[in-house]
Nanobody
């Protein structure tokens, strides 16, 4: 069974930056589709970024494109997301997602209708104050 270890959440002022990390363990394959989703109370979970850990460019939702950068490290089975120009609207619980797949389906795993295929981290809170 794969487990996900998340770190990097916290509080920051509007316009600031944070870096999230997620490391997968307990699974024998090096290359998988991994990414980040977020959720606020009363709203559906939103897929924001995906990357194939063996390479290829990442996929982003329109809400974070140009502000967040997702990078893989396949040797560590980890992903890192640099978050810049943070806004109060980015306040949410952020969940790392792991898909046991050899592609990210062209970014379609960002669709919450496919979220049942994912293994999830426990969530890390990000709060952006104005």
């Amino acid at each position: 069974k794969v487990t996900l270890a998340e770190s990097g959440g916290g509080s920051v002022q509007a316009g600031g930056s944070l870096r999230l990390s997620c490391a997968a363990s307990g699974y024998k394959y090096n290359n998988n589709c991994m990414g980040w989703f977020r959720q606020t109370p009363g709203k559906e979970r939103e897929g924001i970024a995906l990357v194939y850990t063996g390479g290829h460019p990442p996929f982003y939702s329109d809400s974070v494109k140009g502000r967040f950068i997702l990078s893989p490290d396949s040797a560590k089975n980890s992903i890192y997301m640099e978050m810049t120009s943070l806004q109060p609207e980015d306040t949410a619980t952020y969940y790392c997602a792991f898909f046991r797949a050899n592609s990210c389906l062209g970014g379609r795993y960002l669709n919450p209708d496919l979220s049942h295929f994912a293994v999830w981290g426990q969530g890390t809170q990000i709060t952006v104050s104005s």
